[in-house]
């Protein structure tokens, strides 16, 4: 059992990295979509590469060789849909199978909004999530139907003009639940208030 000394440089680690709120079904047209891959989430910071706890993952070195030196990257360590087993055995185990490799999601100490940055990874030449702009709100329920539909988790919808911030964020919004589609206008918009209000209390 990990002792309140152990869990301390796990818990500094983790608060640098920024986290999304679950989406309650406002409007989010006009925001960037990308998928949100189900594998492991990890972070690239330059020089090698670190789980969300800030463990250290044994990185192949023909796979280190492809990452930009110096640049800050949130990476998924992902395998495909439903085959979290081997990226498991890749990140706990070192133990790397030719389908587990890095998706970049995020650069976060790169300047400019979500779109901005994540094309400053795809220009360092690293894979990317997959991504767009919600047209929508029934585009936006085609869209988690599709990615869910061939088992995938769902997606995340990143503000415009937001930059990167550490901690629990409104501007990153996990959209996996299609029941909230089906919700009254009513009771989405008091999840929103309520979001923003506990938002604000933490800051």
């Not at 587990?100 to 999530?129: K, N, S, Y």
Request: net charge neutral.
């Amino acid at each position: 059992m990990p002792t309140l000394e152990s869990s301390r440089p796990a818990a500094a680690f983790e608060s640098t990295l920024q986290h999304g709120q679950a989406w309650c079904g406002q409007d989010i047209t006009g925001w960037y979509w990308s998928e949100k891959l189900d594998g492991c989430r990890a972070r690239w910071t330059g020089s090698e590469l670190r789980s969300r706890g800030g463990h250290l993952i044994a990185l192949p070195p023909r796979m280190a060789a492809t990452l930009p030196a110096g640049m800050a990257l949130d990476v998924e360590v992902y395998a495909g849909c439903g085959r979290q087993e081997l990226t498991r055995l890749a990140v706990q185990c070192g133990r790397w199978d030719a389908a587990v490799h890095l998706v970049a999601f995020d650069a976060p100490d790169c300047p400019g909004d979500w779109l901005q940055r994540i094309a400053a990874a795809q220009a360092a030449r690293v894979p990317t999530v997959p991504r767009g702009i919600v047209d929508s709100h029934s585009a936006l329920s085609q869209l988690l139907a599709h990615v869910q539909g061939r088992s995938g988790e769902g997606l995340i919808a990143a503000q415009p003009g937001r930059r990167y911030t550490p901690g629990r964020s409104s501007a990153a919004l996990k959209v996996k639940d299609a029941a909230v589609f089906n919700q009254p206008d009513p009771i989405r918009k008091f999840c929103a208030a309520f979001d923003d209000t506990v938002t604000g209390a933490l800051a």
